[in-house]
């Protein structure tokens, strides 16, 4: 299998080199190792820091910002260098080998403090290998998307292999619901409160990271067989030094209207994401009042539904513009989100002994508003990949890097300020050290409802807004897709 790439070699035109089946599923494979790790800092991290370990919520919630931050900013800096660097692995595959171990490594290493911290050498101990992780992970995730963008120029294929990565993520959730909740940290009568047992939480960081480094490696090594058929580096990336690079490419990207508003919609919506999801534990246990063993079956439910609306949004937009999809489920997703929480947090709901209370939970929770927000994974990135074509056809350059890398950018500083402002809320309503549902009282309970109702219905709002300016339509995106056969003929 020849993985060698010339330098300065055009690559053959993408949309003529099909991608076979097992290209795609290896390829999505990456997301699973990733989305492993992602899921099990989003599960257990705060909950681990914060009511096993005793950090204030306000500390481990700042960690997560101030980490995000700093990933934040190298993920743009990550493209600049990813799209020029040159090596017999092509532009990509280097940084996806490079960042199995750390990430691997200091995932485990979050979970597994030294014993007996005070408070400030805790947070120390949390920032700095979260650090470390989200360094390892943008080496990993910036080449990565980078990479699918290459892969193929086609409208419907670009959605499909979106797609894979995010049913490869949904199976990914898997991992904290099964090793983790269902096993690991499984109420006994030994351990009591499983999910206050400290010793589970290296025996599951140990597992998952030996997940995390054979599912990435494992997806660069066998999609090495493409390298000779991607674009090579890009020239106008070597000009200037990075920083100069990055700071030309970051305002001619924002200067499309189709980026700009993918940008901004995804920063706003990541906002919500954070607090929702680093709340998720939280919720679950003192909000719902359900155990662990029904975590478990909200996260295989939620599974099954994402990876069904995945394909159902799929097949949509295989007819439809992608900004018409995209609304279509995100708007879906805020009308049932609103209403299930709405009437949870005011008590128009059943009690919990009520025998249809845990299905309509699952029901409404798991299954109906992660379908609907299935269109947002299925069409964001693949309308990305569209706008990094519309920046070549006007600059003639490829520089993917640089897109998502900046997406990245705007994700996680935005996710992270939403995990932050859960480890506030976390301290505000009063749920931090709580070990039980009997001791939330029904304030506390309404606060918690009303923080994730409000999140949600105000940002996911605004972030429609922001998706509504994108522009690139199927028949704009199929004329600069003919465009630029025509001039890659051109210059052959």
């Known amino acids: ?118 408070h400030g050498a805790l947070f120390a101990w949390l920032l700095g290998w979260m650090l470390v992780n989200r360094f390892s992970l943008t080496m990993f995730h910036v080449p990565y998307l980078s990479l699918g963008a290459e892969l193929t120029r086609d409208w419907n294929e670009r959605t499909v292999l979106v797609s894979l990565r995010f049913s490869f993520a949904q199976l990914a959730r898997l991992f904290p619901a099964v090793v983790g909740l269902a096993w690991l940290f499984r109420s006994t009568a030994e351990h009591g409160e499983g999910r206050l047992y400290a010793a589970a939480y290296p025996q599951y960081a140990a597992i998952s990271a030996a997940c995390v480094l054979l599912a990435i490696f494992a997806s660069g090594w066998m999609t090495r067989d493409r390298i000779p058929l991607l674009a090579p580096p890009d020239p106008g990336a070597s000009q200037h030094g990075v920083l100069q690079t990055l700071y030309r490419d970051l305002w001619a990207a924002l200067r499309q209207r189709a980026f700009r508003a993918v940008f901004l919609g995804i920063a706003i919506a990541s906002i919500a994401s954070g607090t929702t999801i680093t709340l998720g534990l939280h919720t679950g246990t003192f909000f719902w009042d359900v155990t662990p063993q029904i975590m478990s079956y909200w996260g295989a439910v939620s599974i099954v539904s994402i990876i069904a609306g995945l394909a159902f949004w799929t097949r949509r937009a295989a007819t439809r513009d992608k900004g018409a999809v995209f609304s279509e489920g995100l ?162």
């Open 1 to 118: 299998m020849n993985a060698t790439v010339s330098a300065g070699a055009p690559a053959i035109p993408l949309s003529t080199a099909a991608l076979s089946r097992g290209t795609k599923l290896w390829y999505a494979l990456g997301q699973l190792g990733e989305g492993i790790k992602n899921e099990s800092f989003a599960y257990f991290a705060v909950f681990y820091y914060t009511n096993v370990l005793d950090l204030p919520g306000t500390l481990a919630g700042l960690a997560v910002f101030i980490s995000m931050i700093v990933d934040a900013v190298v993920d743009p800096l990550m493209g600049v260098i990813s799209d020029r660097t040159h090596s017999r692995l092509g532009r990509r595959h280097p940084w996806i080998f490079a960042s199995a171990l750390p990430l691997a490594l200091s995932l485990y290493l979050v979970f597994a403090p030294p014993a007996g911290l005070a």
């Open 331 to 492: 708007l879906g997703y805020v009308a049932i989100h609103t209403a299930v929480w709405t009437l949870a947090t005011v008590g128009i709901w059943p009690e919990r002994s009520h025998p249809t209370y845990v299905p309509l939970y699952l029901i409404g929770t798991g299954f109906v508003a992660p379908f609907a927000v299935a269109s947002t994974f299925a069409m964001g990135q693949s309308m990305m990949a569209d706008c990094a074509d519309a920046d070549e056809l006007a600059s003639g350059r490829r520089r993917e890097g640089v897109y998502f890398g900046a997406a990245s950018l705007a994700l996680k500083l935005t996710y992270g300020g939403g995990a932050w402002l859960a480890g506030i809320l976390v301290d505000l309503v009063g749920v931090r050290g709580i070990h039980s549902i009997a001791q939330v009282t029904p304030e506390m309970r309404m606060h918690l409802g009303l923080a994730m109702n409000l999140s949600v219905l105000v940002l996911i709002g605004v972030s429609w807004l922001a998706f509504r300016q994108y522009d690139l339509t199927r028949g704009r995106v199929s004329e600069i897709q003919a465009q630029l056969e025509a001039k890659r003929a051109a210059r052959s």
